[in-house]
Nanobody, 123 residues
Framework: QVQLVESGGGLVQAGGSLRLSCAGS????????MGWFRQTPGKEREFVGV????????YYADSVLGRFTISRDNAKNLVFLRMNSLKPEDTAVYYC????????????????WGQGTQVTVSS
């Protein structure tokens, strides 16, 4: 089992950058595929990106490709979401999630979730 805590959200102007962090508990953190999702009120949770256990592979939603980058530091049980060239439509609560299997672009593919961190991009 792993517990996840996101941080780093806030208010930023369009075109700006933010880096979100996701801290995981437990000695097996490096065994988890880690995903990032986001959600706005009244909408389903949306896939943002995923990173493999070693960090060697990443995959992103088209809406963030080229602007967002996921990385991880398994020695520190951390996963990061670097967000550049932010747009007002990136405004959402951002969640990290963990999966022991293969990861997924669907939220149903993840077993553990953080509480989320709010990102607001002003125009």
């Amino acid at each position: 089992q792993v517990q996840l805590v996101e941080s780093g959200g806030g208010l930023v102007q369009a075109g700006g950058s933010l880096r979100l962090s996701c801290a995981g508990s437990g000695r097996t953190f490096s065994s988890y595929v880690m995903g990032w999702f986001r959600q706005t009120p009244g909408k389903e949770r949306e896939f943002v990106g995923v990173i493999s256990t070693t960090g060697a592979r990443t995959y992103y939603a088209d809406s963030v490709l080229g602007r967002f980058t996921i990385s991880r530091d398994n020695a520190k049980n951390l996963v990061f979401l670097r967000m550049n060239s932010l747009k007002p439509e990136d405004t959402a609560v951002y969640y990290c999630a963990a999966d022991l299997n293969y990861g997924s672009t669907s939220e149903s593919g993840y077993d553990y979730w953080g509480q989320g961190t709010q990102v607001t991009v002003s125009s």
